[in-house]
């Protein structure tokens, strides 16, 4: 059987394509609204620089050089302790379990999309009182939108990495880049964009308290989908003499430029025609919609394209969250891509079901433990535990496992001198980091 590889710029769309997502667009936006701004933001593009792109490349040079599911490629590139170091590709479970609230949320996006065709809030006061509404006590609802986000992507998962994934991506990130240009554009002709500017990138370090610190770090990772192993089941179908360092640029580059401008956009659009910054994980939902109400006609078309963009940034993200799953299947039980991709979607979609009674107001306190609801907890144990977990495993593994003349011979074409820069970033740096945040979780610093 051939197997289908991704195009060269294909896979940078794909990868690109799964870093750009509801993390961008609508947690982004919000976290920085909590944290303050300024600081918080300077916080998390050093991050990225010092971390995040050091392991996008170790991510990339796992996926590329095992050439299969996360499961084989750890157990087959570990020089030695292979049966241990295969349960390190078992973080890419963590996708399903992510999975179970992004459908969720890309659920709430259609619906959405679907009423402000018609209808947007005409205050603040009224957006949250839809939303709640939503949350709180419309379950058939959420449990339409959500069976649809299900449908969808393991429908797109079924299809492969080339005629699926690939062509998805091809079609979708463009789109969410001209909406996003597009509607960023507008933006710089409002008055309020210094403001929004200012907010952004002036730092106020008496609000970067240590909470922030931890949650800048752990964003960068979930913005890169870095730490479970969705970059680095795509970087198995990259065609080989690829260039892994540019590729690993290019994502990171479109990723932090993609949260910058929309960052920029939507603060513009709060300070001009809402309600300011911090809004906490409603912001999207609730902030921007009257916002767009105050703009007349127009505010419905912008919402409509608006909330496609999210549902694009979505959806990219989506399918690479369960292909990991879906290609472990594959590899190890011999399933077919199309059962392996509806068993898979199935998982996520009961569980996302109990994600969404954790929300609703009847059912909520069987689904409650320790004032965390069960879509709280899942957000929790994965976004700030199990992928900087990952992400601390994967340091470990290419910079002190594998032989340093293996990956040195892989990767110092593309990188010439810089290699030991990258290298000792990845040795030091990233594993450091990482460690304190795992430890700061764990309540110890
Ligand atoms: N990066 C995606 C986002 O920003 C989420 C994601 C995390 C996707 C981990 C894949 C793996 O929304």
Redesign the pocket.
Known sequence: MKIARFSRIGFILAAAG???????I??FPYITGEYGGGAFVLVYLITVALIGFSLMIAEMLIGYKGRKDTVTSFETLAPRHKNLWKYAGFQSL??LL?MTF?SVVIGWIFNYIVTSLTHLPSSVKEAEVTFGAMLHSDFATQLFYHTLAFVIVSYIVSRGIKSGIEKLNDYLMPALILILTGMFLYALTLDSFGKAFAFMFAPDWSKLNSEAFVAAVGHA????????G??MTYAASMEKGSNIVSSALWVVFL?TTIALVAGLMLFTFLYQYGSGPDKGPGLVFISMPAAFYEMGTLGNFFAVIFFSALAF??LT?AV??VEPTVQYLIDRFGLTRTKAAWVSGFFFYVVGILVILSNIEMTKEYFTWDGKNLFDWIDFLT?AVM?PLGGLVMSIFVGYILPKNEVEATLRPFMKGYFNIWYFSLRYIAPFALFIVILNLLGVV
């Open positions: 799964s870093a750009v997502g509801l993390g961008n609508w947690k963590a996708g992510i992004y990772f979930f913005t890169l989908s870095l730490g479970m969705a970059i990723d940034a979505g993200s690479s969250l976004a992928l």
